[in-house]
């Protein structure tokens, strides 16, 4: 039979994964599925959820287990595998990030738009006290937040819309999104820091928020527009 007869086409399914693996011994078994998992995320652009992991293993396989064993492996090395979003991704360590600016003329993760301090309080409110609609943001930071200040938010994929208000009018609420989970590093918002813990350790307070020219760049306009 020739090479050509055997191609498969196209729209043909492709061949079964053992992912039991029964005919190798618990170590290796175990081995080949860390293999797995690692080449799977080491492949991907964006963080690997499990759903995509369990796949490449057994079915009684502790995916857990195994990126804990990998993170051991990984401990000397310039990368580490974190959980992002709920999901797993390779990043490299923060202390190599002054190598690779001076490597490449730009920093790790360089393409979104850097925020401005408006940008970065009004996205840190929302994080912290959502869902929350933007006349809510205006009341507590005591000025307007203008549409375009949320606009900016929302181009870079770091807020969405949440659920309407109960509020007169059911405006909507605003809400971060998982990529803001991945640009921030964190697995879920319960690993931001604690507010009340940072306002009585000083670090954080509305006063503060609200000292000096910190606001600079929300709007004053009126916007008599619905929410």
């Not at 604690?194 to 509305?206: I, M, N, P, V, Y």
Request: aromatic share 8%; hydrophobic share 40%.
């Amino acid at each position: 039979m020739s090479q050509a007869s055997v191609r498969r086409k196209p729209d043909d399914q492709p061949a079964l994964l053992d992912t039991e693996l029964e005919h190798l011994p618990p170590d290796l078994r175990w081995r080949e599925w860390m293999g797995r998992v690692e080449a799977v995320i080491f492949a991907a652009s964006e963080p690997v959820p499990r759903e995509v992991l369990a796949r490449v293993v057994g079915k009684n396989c502790n995916l857990d287990l195994v990126i804990d064993d990998i993170r051991v492996e990984l401990a000397g090395r310039p990368y580490e595998l974190v959980a992002v979003a709920g999901s797993w991704q390779h990043r490299t360590k923060k202390v190599f990030g002054d190598a690779i600016h001076a490597a490449f003329g730009a920093p790790a993760g360089v393409g979104a738009k850097e925020l401005s301090q408006s940008e970065a309080l009004v996205l840190m409110c929302i994080a912290y006290f959502q869902p929350i609609t933007r006349g809510e943001l205006s009341s507590f930071f005591g000025k307007e937040v203008s549409r375009d200040l949320i606009g900016v938010l929302r181009a870079q994929d770091l807020i969405a819309s949440g659920p309407r208000s109960p509020q007169p009018g059911a405006p909507y609420t605003y809400v971060t999104t998982k990529n803001f989970l991945s640009q921030f590093g964190l697995d879920t918002l319960r690993q931001l820091p604690d507010f009340e813990a940072l306002e009585d350790a000083g670090l954080l307070s509305k006063e503060k928020l609200l000292a000096g020219d910190i606001l600079r760049g929300f709007s004053n306009r009126n916007d008599e527009e619905s929410e």
